[in-house]
């Protein structure tokens, strides 16, 4: 089987997990939507990845209680092969969706305010290019990319959020917190929903990372990593725009200067850190598109990744194109069904797998006390 496994160690698969998770939260947001009653951000979406943190930590302990290698023998063990491959496949289709929504408002940005002369269809295709020749490489090559990379990122992160420390105003986080508290809980789901399929992910790859232990210390150091960055980023956006003027920015990390550098060499940092973004964008993405992929073989059969990663490049250029061109209104109306309900297609079995995994493994401890 030419799955592109390979084997990676601790720092890279934190470093490809940081920089999915993270890219994931602060690049594919709808800030028209999650701004329109206050900014609450810096509360829902680290909450959210707590969440997921912990529900990945927990489905990976019933795991090692029930003997299961991975995700995907815990799905056909407790779901049996048709309705457990079907699962795989939601799955599957989520991290497509969720690698379209992250170079979305992106590539939009990317083209509006670097390239603007330029056709929107080659700014997509050389950034795709770029995110599936590095999913063409398999797990190393995307996990090794994103570990070279992260220190320059992160570097440049926290220049971007320290430099513009004498604009900070406290008062732009108010009205606090923005919204109810339903609507904080609703969101902090929504976020829950976003993380759930990279954490499945990553429990799928226990042989690549190395054994259940890599696995867990994966999941807990990355998801601790994302916490405190995507904190961080919404915060300083909070204290450096109100929320009416977030509701007007696809990406507001990348303006976050403008308004408060007036001379100097950082008057246009804010074009120089778009690369440096898509830098950690890319790794980040080929990651969902090799998940993909990968979830994808397992469930139909496949024993050759590389057709399938092929198929999911052409599917993402044309998700990418016909938001932009023809069905914005279609996409949009998708993008916010499945925020809503995306998740009941994933939770559900996932659930139901554990459940039925740890009746039988109860039921075989009962027997064997029986026995004995």
Known sequence: MKMLEGRIGRQESVSILVQAMAAICIFSLHTL???????????????????????????????????????????????????????LLAVAIALLWQCSSLFNHFLSDLHSYIFPTDRYGAVIFWVVLAVAYIAWGGLERIARTGKCIAPLVGFVLLITLFMPVKGYRLYRLFPFPGDTVGAIAGLCLRSFAQMLPVILLTLSLTSALQGERMVRQTIAIAGAVAFVLVLLVQLA??????????????????????????????????KASVFIWLMAAVPGGAYLLYGFAYLFCKATGGENIRPALLTGTVLLICILLLRREALFGLFEGVQTWISHFGVYLILPPLLLACVVQSVREKRKGGAKQHDA
């Open 33 to 87: 939507t999650v701004y329109e009653n206050g900014n609450t951000t810096y509360i829902w979406m680290p909450l959210g990845i707590a969440l997921a943190v912990a529900g990945g930590l927990a489905v990976r302990s019933c795991m090692s209680r029930t003997g299961q290698s991975d995700l995907i023998a815990l799905y056909r063990g407790g779901l049996g092969r048709l309705l457990g491959c079907a699962s």
């Open 237 to 270: 956006l909070g204290l450096v725009f109100t929320a009416e003027q977030l509701a007007n920015m696809n990406m507001p990390l990348f303006r976050i200067n403008m308004n408060l550098l007036s001379d100097g060499y950082y008057l246009r940092q804010d």
